[in-house]
């Protein structure tokens, strides 16, 4: 069984810019969440979806977006880039939405703002 | 709010000793508890997790049991491995925040 992919592995990207991100979860999982993870403030919960809708958001501003697909995929978006967030962003998909799921993690794609 | 807190790293330990990495919560739920395990250029893998008070997960050697009375869930192994090397972070949900929320992570050195 295939595990979660993400793409792309590593980007570059000059402020100001914006970044698309994309992640592929396990066949069968309904539920993708989004982390960000940095040396300073650690791992960060940044959105969730199920089915479509986003069901919970961390604590980010609107220039963090997310979607979620007919197929489970989700993509997230980052507008006007700024230095700060450069980071590894970690997808996460579970098969639904109980406490005691576990979630399973991609190897996250590794975002440099220059 | 629920929050973790687990013991600050690194932790540098010779190969075969005995490992602890402490591990506390606050949460209003009832939570789940999980240890995720992160080598080198990787993403997060699940170690091992409890869903109910005195639960306790295992895998690969590494032990934690959920102790509701202590709010604690602590990492222990018996004998550590140079391949142990890696970050370890607590973390939990609960059925009203199903998010992940995340201790500070302890990165684990273990020297031949």
């Known amino acids: 069984k295939a595990g979660v992919t993400q793409t792309p592995r590593y980007l570059i990207k000059t402020r100001g810019q914006q970044v698309t991100l994309s992640c592929s979860p396990i066949s069968g999982h309904r539920s993708v969440s989004w982390y960000q993870q940095t040396p300073g403030q650690g791992l960060q919960f940044l959105f969730e979806y199920f089915s479509e809708t986003q069901r919970n958001k961390g604590n980010f501003p609107g220039r963090f977006s997310g979607r979620q697909f007919s197929n489970s995929r989700s993509e997230m978006n980052v507008s006007t880039l700024e230095l700060g967030d450069s980071a590894l962003y970690l997808c996460?998909?579970?098969?639904?939405?109980?406490?005691?799921?576990?979630?399973?993690f991609g190897p996250g794609t590794r975002l440099t703002v220059l | 709010g629920d929050s973790v807190t687990q013991m600050e790293g690194p932790v540098t330990l010779s190969e075969e000793a005995f490992l602890t990495i402490n591990c506390t919560y606050t949460?209003?739920?009832?939570?789940?508890l999980f240890w995720y395990v992160q080598y080198p250029g990787e993403g997060l893998q699940l170690l091992l997790k409890a869903t109910k008070a005195d639960d306790k997960g295992s895998n690969k050697g590494f032990e934690a049991t959920y102790r509701k009375e202590t709010t604690s869930f602590h990492l222990e192994k018996g004998s550590v491995q140079v391949s142990d090397s890696a970050v370890y972070f607590c973390a939990l949900t609960t059925d009203s925040n199903y998010q992940l929320i995340w201790g500070a992570g302890t990165k684990l050195i273990i020297k031949p």
């Open positions: 996460a998909s579970s098969r639904g939405r109980t406490s005691g799921g576990t979630q399973y």
């Open positions: 949460a209003t739920g009832y939570p789940s």
